[in-house]
């Protein structure tokens, strides 16, 4: 193991390119990269690898970004062959982990792989996220970090990450009683053109996951966390 640095780019943003590819099929919408995706990517690392707050490494077959934050170190760009998990994985979560802070990492469902490797190091699931792709109907002009309450529901229209493309901003709900008022949110953004509607659970909150399945959500990613 060694520091990811500005030599090693071309390879990183290469085999981050090729899990982009790799998610998309389980959530065409939600996961479509975006046509500029790469260019973003490279200038993000290349940000991050000069950072010296931000926990860059490689391996032979993965590396890892941690950016830091104030109580935790949020890990998403962590790119391993898929054979090299319970190894190579294995050593680049454990030294962002030896790093001293909280770590939240990022486990998209479509990588179990992923998962497993922080669980086997202790980490737990601390939120999920469920997804469904919304009618596109928009009638009205598109809203940046617009907050929509129905009664029994409300969310954030947020802009999606920069890799990727949906179509359009990304409905973020974050407390929902019913179902119905569920639906309701979810109409009203998809009018000002969202294209994804996207729930938070708690993993112990099963009335909601009873919910969502309900709705015709599923579940899009695993948020797990830990500490030493």
Known sequence: MRPLTAADLDWAVEAAAARR???APHAPRFWRPAADATERHRAFLAHLVDDAAALTLRTDHGYVVAVPG???RVVDDLVVSAPAWETE?????TAVLDAGQPVRL???AAEPERRACAEALGLTVAEVWWHRDLPLVQVRGEGGKVRLDAPGASGTLVPAP???DPGGSVLLVTSVDTAAALAA???EAAERGATVSVVTQRPDDLMRELLLVEAG???TTHFLEGSR
């Open 21 to 23: 590819a790799a998610l």
């Open 70 to 72: 104030e109580r935790r």
């Open 89 to 93: 994985g294995s050593a680049l979560l």
């Open 106 to 108: 990022v486990a998209p």
């Open 162 to 164: 920069p890799v990727h």
């Open 185 to 187: 949110v979810e109409a």
């Open 217 to 219: 959500h599923r579940v």
